[in-house]
């Protein structure tokens, strides 16, 4: 296994992602971690992430001694390279220039780590990469024992390696798509470097994941809010494949959910899965608690202390469950333990069946903690969930709460339900479903003059949303065609009486955030 040491930047989930994609089980973890951390890891090799400081300013960030002494393979990458440089007594130094983009490195000498891997080569035979480079400050002098191994002409020291201590050094970030041969260099690194074989695949992982959810849980009971997201599902999935009838899934449904998500997963998991699961029918309960409520940030807080209740209620049915089961995701471990620059302001107070409190009491059971979203994904088909339940777009967790502007009102949700419905539809039908990251319809409780047959109408406005992102944190509007926003636009008017317009929302992620409230 490798471990990566994350100094901060915003790529470093994506070394992850590589390394995985090997089929080699890695982690990520803050670059401060203590030296006696690095020892009992045990990595077969370790990777130093980028990040956005300077060796010679940041004094601190530095990797732990351990790392060069733990007898490994080490990576360093962009920063990671240069940390690597300076503690090992080399030189790095700010250069006038920042380089940013696309840069042609000619591979040098016989590494392991470009021998025989070129995108083109020169005149004088040596192989070209394409690589992508980010960065301000570069290794000037080599620390002792390395050469150098890639060169261009802005960066003389593009890349570096002592091979007899297994220590390389990147200035480009492998990890990213644009570096064309990116996949195989973290792929020598990983097998041909650190010996790694590939061990992290999805039916052995079934299996060891089965295994250890056994051994955990005994013969105890367990409850598990199923939201109908992509998360829970899958862990349901996986669990009560492990222990069955032991399992208790609890199926909240706040009278916010898209049009049938309710049945489909009773459907799915009671129906196919043979999964006990208690459906709780408590739109009533959260509409009342809603009337009258116009505040985002309120009526967001209402649903999750709502949610928070109504499960609770259902846990004190089942004295026998011991373990609470959540879908926390690696993505999600990363975010509340990560690098310590990380500082985010609270733009919208986040809910989801994951927020459950720790009053329950309850031991909790996460089998995802250690996969990527693709991996559950992935994990889920194997396990026989519908190829649409997984690869379904995000759905927030006050669902249709926060699509439904200002007041939350029943009759509002049926029109939004029924309109989202038509425009997912068609963008499955066109196949634009799969190429935008998330798609919707938004209710605005606005009024509006149109004209149909000879009448005048005077009614609500519904607008749609599509974006693309890889992230979630910053996104584009997706550009639909006309044609299938037009379709869209005629099919709501003339299938959902009440909407007689449909706009198009062009905002980007920042300044506009994905959801409307
Ligand atoms: P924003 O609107 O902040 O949304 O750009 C970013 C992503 O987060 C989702 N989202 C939520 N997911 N509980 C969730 O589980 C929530 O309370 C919540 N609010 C927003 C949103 O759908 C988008 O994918």
Not at 95 to 114: D, I, N, P, V
Not at 361 to 389: I, Q, S
Not at 462 to 477: E, G, I, K, N, P
């Amino acid at each position: 296994k490798i471990l990566i040491l994350d100094f901060g930047s915003q790529v470093s989930q994506l070394i992850a992602r590589r390394v995985r994609e090997q089929q080699v089980y890695c982690e990520l973890h803050p670059y401060d971690v203590s030296d006696e951390f690095v020892r009992e890891f045990g990595a077969d090799g370790i990777i130093l992430s980028g990040g956005p400081n300077s060796v010679y300013e940041a004094a601190d960030w530095r990797a732990p001694q351990a790392v060069f002494e733990a007898g490994v393979p080490v990576l360093g990458i962009c920063y990671g390279m240069q940390t690597m440089a300076s503690q090992l007594g080399g030189k790095v130094e700010s250069s006038t220039t920042r380089e940013f983009g696309y840069a042609e490195m000619r591979a040098q000498g016989h590494s392991k780590l470009f021998t025989d891997l070129q995108d083109r080569s020169n005149e004088a035979g040596h192989g070209l990469l394409d690589v992508w480079m980010s960065h301000g400050d570069k290794v000037t002098g080599l620390p002792p024992g390395f050469k150098i191994i890639g060169s261009n002409e802005s960066t003389p020291i593009a890349a570096m390696a002592d091979e007899d201590r297994g220590f390389y050094g990147v200035q480009f970030h492998p990890e990213v798509t644009h570096t064309i041969k990116g996949k195989e260099i973290i792929g020598r690194f990983v097998h041909e470097i650190c010996g790694c074989g590939h061990d992290w695949n999805m039916p052995d992982y079934i299996a060891e994941a089965v295994e250890r959810i056994r051994e955990q849980v005994g013969d105890e009971e367990v409850i598990l809010g199923l939201s109908g997201g992509v998360d829970s599902s899958v862990a349901a999935a996986l669990i009560h494949r492990a222990i069955g009838d032991q399992l208790t899934c609890v199926f909240v449904d706040h009278g916010l959910l898209r049009l049938n998500e309710g049945k489909m997963v009773m459907e799915m998991f009671a129906g196919r899965l043979h999964a006990k699961v208690i459906h709780v029918d408590a739109s009533e309960q959260f509409l009342g608690h809603l009337k009258g409520i116009t505040d985002p940030e309120q009526k967001r807080k209402i649903i999750g202390r709502e949610f928070v209740e109504v499960f609770q209620a259902e846990a004190k049915k089942l004295p026998k469950a011991k373990w609470l089961a959540q879908g926390t995701i690696y993505p999600d471990v990363i975010e509340s333990g990560g690098a310590k620059n990380k500082k985010a302001h609270t733009i919208k107070s986040h809910h989801n069946v994951g927020g459950l409190p720790e009053t329950l009491g309850l031991k909790l059971l996460e089998p995802l903690r250690e996969l990527f979203k693709d991996e559950v994904r992935e994990l889920g088909v194997a396990l026989g969930l519908p190829h649409d339940m997984v690869y379904r777009h995000p759905f927030p967790g006050p669902g249709l709460g926060v699509r439904i502007l200002g007041e939350v009102k029943s009759e509002f949700a049926d029109l939004l339900r029924r309109a989202d419905a038509i425009f997912i539809d068609e963008l499955r039908a066109s196949d634009w479903y799969d190429k935008t990251s998330q798609a919707f319809a938004v209710f605005l409780p606005v009024k509006s003059v149109g004209v149909m047959g000879d009448g005048r109408t005077y009614e609500y406005v519904v607008a749609l949303r599509a974006v693309q992102t890889q992230d979630f944190m910053t996104a584009h509007w997706a550009e639909l065609p006309h044609s299938l926003l037009g379709k869209v636009s005629n099919r709501i008017i003339n299938e959902v009486r009440g909407i007689n317009r449909v706009v198009y929302d062009i905002s980007g992620k920042p300044p506009a955030t994905i959801e409307w409230e």
